[in-house]
């Protein structure tokens, strides 16, 4: 049984930064795409960053330059650490799994989800 386990999350001030860890069991981990989502209410769950195997990372562009994903294989733990927080990142932060192709801006080309972690910044 594949579980994600996120932690990190809390209440930050704008301007503030938090590291969001994810550690992953019930797989091989580093043979899998590891990914940040995160859902605000109200909107649709959004792709925030994604990282291979390789090491290579992807991020949704209004993230690039804030936010960095990692990975540690031998932890079987991925990492968000996320700087310059503003109101707007507010949202539950999900880790979750890709085990084929697809885009990786795409939820549904993911196989596995962790039970999220919320992330609040107040202004």
């Known amino acids: 049984q594949v579980l994600l386990a996120e932690s990190g999350g809390g209440v930050v001030q704008a301007g503030g930064s938090l590291r969001l860890s994810c550690a992953a069991s019930?797989?091989?981990?580093?043979?899998?795409?590891m990914a940040w989502f995160r859902q605000a209410p109200g909107k649709e769950r959004e792709f925030v960053a994604g990282?291979?195997?390789?090491?290579?990372?992807y991020y949704r562009n209004t993230m690039k330059g804030r936010f960095t994903i990692s990975r540690d294989n031998a932890k079987n733990t991925v990492y968000l650490q996320m700087s310059s927080l503003k109101p707007e990142d507010t949202a539950v932060y999900y880790c979750?799994?890709?085990?084929?192709?697809?885009?990786?801006?795409?939820?549904?080309?993911?196989?596995?989800w962790g039970q999220g972690t919320q992330v609040t910044v107040s202004s």
């Open positions: 990282i291979p195997r390789s090491g290579d990372t």
């Open positions: 979750a799994v890709k085990s084929g192709g697809g885009r990786y801006y795409f939820a549904s080309n993911y196989d596995y």
């Open positions: 019930g797989l091989t981990f580093n043979s899998y795409i």
